[in-house]
């Protein structure tokens, strides 16, 4: 029996790119289901959607990113797929690289494959204070996990059976990225990282900048610390 | 230097008791209000109260923790109540966010599901249809066919 992937999308506010978006993995034609996962949009993203070869998981409200992200996560799970891989809806993460994370996973079989912009310098690095930022969390993820991860901030990557189930009991609500590797370290998951090139965002604007990104690299510091210290798993929300 | 409250004060303090004490019954009776949050905040309006009424009660507790002023150990009773207080509403709010978001999480799962499996429904009962109908057909056909070789008892 042939495995199952799920492509999954967060999308809030991505009405203007979500169709190219979905007709670019259409053509790659890949044995994939795409999951959408409308995170409360205020614009036309989920009427869209709705008209678009896709599985639409309609949240009445906005959970942010990492609610979403685990929605979809959830909903692999329970439909049985063997993969969900981690796509951002707003064209950051190109759709020709998912076959690189699951040639990746094929070498490594590690339990999460993550696209990382910085391991080959290609294609978008976000911009200097974000880098500045990137750095720090990556610090202190190495420091609190002992894992080494060049990209904590890639939202694009892929989870196997393992990690499926892991993430759909726990998952970061707030920064899910970065802190997820506390709960990768944690449940003994195994990460890898692939050199993937990046795009700039095509729409929409980031929610993270100027002093929010010192903020956001204090708050996922904290978060990581907070994580790592927690002796028992049901303890970790 | 010993000060007690004037009949006045204590009958302000008695009022406001009753008024406060009312109105936080009544939204509890509401469900508004939690059993536990009434005491918790009911404990405002308890303390001056005993603090007046039974001002030896204080005196005492005064000296036996060594604060000089009954007044200073009041308000610190206050915000000791204050804090546990906020401390409880901020764990339930955390708890309420999680339990919020899951289900959330469920209803946007459980509405997907339901739209799924009426497709399938809608689906089944197209081709569920097409069989009736097929089937009608079929049955057309054979009083034709029966009209074209009737039975021989038919005179």
């Not at chain 2, 000060?3 to 009753?18: D, Q, R, S, W």
């Not at chain 2, 009544?26 to 309006?45: F, N």
């Not at chain 2, 204080?58 to 009041?74: A, C, H, N, R, Y």
Request: net charge positive.
């Amino acid at each position: 029996m042939s495995e199952r992937f799920a492509i999954i999308i967060p999308c809030y506010n991505e009405a203007s790119g979500l169709e190219s978006l979905i007709q670019n993995i259409q053509s790659l034609k890949l044995p994939a289901d795409v999951v959408i996962v409308d995170d409360g949009s205020t614009d036309a993203t989920a009427r869209i959607a709705q008209n678009l070869p896709v599985h639409l998981l309609r949240l009445p409200e906005n959970l942010g990113i990492g609610g979403a992200v685990q929605t979809g996560i959830k909903w692999a799970f329970r439909e049985n797929y063997d993969f969900a891989i981690q796509l951002d809806g707003d064209g950051q993460h190109p759709p020709e690289m998912i076959a690189k994370l699951v040639s990746h996973y094929k070498q490594t079989h590690a339990n999460v494959v993550v696209g990382s912009r910085f391991l080959e310098s290609k294609g978008y690095q976000s911009t200097w204070a974000r880098r500045i930022g990137i750095s720090c969390i990556r610090f202190f993820i190495q420091k609190l996990t002992g894992l080494q991860v060049s990209d904590p901030t890639s939202g694009f990557r892929l989870m196997d059976k393992k990690a499926l189930q892991t993430f759909s009991r726990f998952y970061p609500h707030d920064f899910p990225e970065p802190v997820s590797y506390a709960i990768i370290n944690r449940f003994g998951l195994k990460v890898s990282e692939t050199p993937t090139a990046m795009r700039d965002r095509t729409h929409g604007v980031s929610s993270i900048a100027g002093i929010k990104t010192a903020l956001y690299m204090l708050r996922v510091i904290g978060h990581l610390f907070l994580i790592s210290t927690i002796r028992e798993e049901s303890k970790i929300a | 230097m010993r000060h007690f409250a004037t009949p006045e004060i204590k009958l302000v303090l008695i009022a406001f008791f009753a008024l406060y004490f009312i109105f936080l019954i009544r939204r509890a009776q509401k469900d508004r209000l939690d059993l536990y949050d009434l005491v918790m905040l009911g404990s405002v309006a308890t303390f001056p109260l005993i603090f007046v009424l039974f001002p030896a009660v204080s005196l005492k507790i005064t000296e036996i923790i060594g604060v000089q002023l009954p007044f200073l150990w009041l308000f610190g009773t206050l915000h000791l109540i204050s804090f546990v207080y906020l401390f409880s509403v901020a764990s339930r709010i955390k708890k309420s966010e999680n339990r919020l978001i899951t289900l959330t999480q469920e209803m946007a799962m459980a509405e997907t599901r339901l739209e799924k499996l009426l497709r399938q429904a809608a689906a089944k009962e197209i081709s569920l249809t097409r069989e009736i109908r097929a089937g009608l057909s079929e049955e057309r056909v054979v009083p034709n066919f029966s009209s074209q070789h009737p039975p021989s008892a038919n005179p």
